[in-house]
């Protein structure tokens, strides 16, 4: 049996592609590597809110899952959007990275918590409208590319420091330059940061996807990105919806397990945030993230989901 693994080409999607090849190859399973480019990769000079969220990086790998030129694609679980075509589905979701964002600067002195003013470089609107909600004094620039690229920007003082998810920073070993891990009670992260999802068409013959499931599979995290990604889909936001949404296992007093959620959404400018914080067992995931999209939608959610449509449509 051999899988064929798609991929971006960017380093850090080449991480995550080694990664699982790796995991297969580990246990004797045989494979290739196939880079695929996408839309995402190839758009560099507009923000991707305006060149729209929906599948800009997965949509090449998708038309490829489907021919059979590839057997998987290997994602960020975060850039997954979060309704799939009915023919293709997630068989897979590896153990989780930490999960929190963290500030990268070449200067160790820097921190939000300074109250000084400095400039701030990032393209996610959620922390751009999280910074305006906790760090007024802070300046923001907008700022793309792959993480390779936005360092480069970064050296050539462009901005001070980069807001960055810690998994990529710590994948691309650049923890070096970690000035400041955010707190995840504030900067509360996005659906999906930290994990590698798999994706595959229904049609994929079902030994690979049985093999795939039981080498990769990390069950704890799999019960954390279901309730994530159905909180996604009932909100109907992508990535370009300053929503934020994250899972945790935690022990109960018996020894036993349940889900943490704490999701919602913020608004653009920072003016106005809504959280929820649940609990529930562990057998209803997606129950459990539809339940906290409801409350959030029900608390204002609605209304600045609709702000943001609206502005975004102009
Ligand atoms: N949107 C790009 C992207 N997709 C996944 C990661 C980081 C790694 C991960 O969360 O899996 C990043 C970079 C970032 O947000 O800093």
């Known amino acids: 049996m051999k899988i064929k693994i798609g991929t971006r080409g960017s380093k850090l999607a080449l ?3 080694y990664y699982i090849e790796e995991k297969l190859k580990a246990k004797g399973v045989d494979t290739e590597i196939v880079i695929i480019e996408t839309k995402g990769d190839k758009i560099l000079d507009r923000s991707l809110s305006k060149i ?5 990086f997965t949509e090449e790998l998708e038309d490829q899952l489907r021919t059979g030129e590839i057997d998987i694609a290997v994602h960020s679980a975060k850039d997954l959007q979060s309704e799939l075509a009915s023919d293709l589905e997630i068989i897979a979701f590896t153990e989780r990275e930490q999960v929190n964002d963290v500030m990268v600067s070449f200067n160790k002195n820097l ?33 793309r590319g792959n993480l390779q690229t936005r360092l480069r920007k970064l050296e050539e003082n462009q901005c001070d420091a980069l807001l960055l998810a810690f998994a990529g920073v710590h994948r691309m070993q650049y923890d070096d330059l970690i000035v400041e891990h955010l ?33 990769i599979n990390d069950a704890q995290t799999e019960k954390c990105l279901l309730a994530e990604r159905a909180y996604l889909k009932k909100l109907q936001g ?18 036993g397990l349940h889900l943490k959620m704490t999701a919602g959404l913020i608004s653009l400018d920072g003016k ?36 943001i449509r609206e502005g975004l449509a102009n």
């Open 15 to 17: 991480w995550q592609a």
């Open 52 to 56: 729209g969220s929906k599948g800009v």
């Open 111 to 143: 921190s939000l918590q300074s109250g000084e003013s400095f400039v701030v470089g990032t393209s996610s609107t959620r922390r751009v409208a999280m910074l305006k909600y906790y760090y007024p004094h802070i300046k923001i620039v907008d700022m």
């Open 183 to 215: 707190s995840v009670a504030e900067f509360v992260p996005p659906v999906g940061q930290g994990c590698v999802a798999i994706e595959a068409a229904k049609a994929l013959e079902e030994e690979k996807r049985m093999m795939i499931k039981l080498l």
């Open 238 to 255: 992508g990535c370009s919806i300053p929503s934020f949404g994250n899972v945790t296992l935690e022990e109960n007093e018996h020894g």
């Open 272 to 307: 106005k945030q809504i959280k929820v914080i649940e609990e529930s067992t562990v057998d209803d995931p997606e129950g459990l993230g539809i339940k906290v999209a409801e409350s959030v939608l029900a608390q204002g959610g609605t209304e600045i989901l609709k702000n």
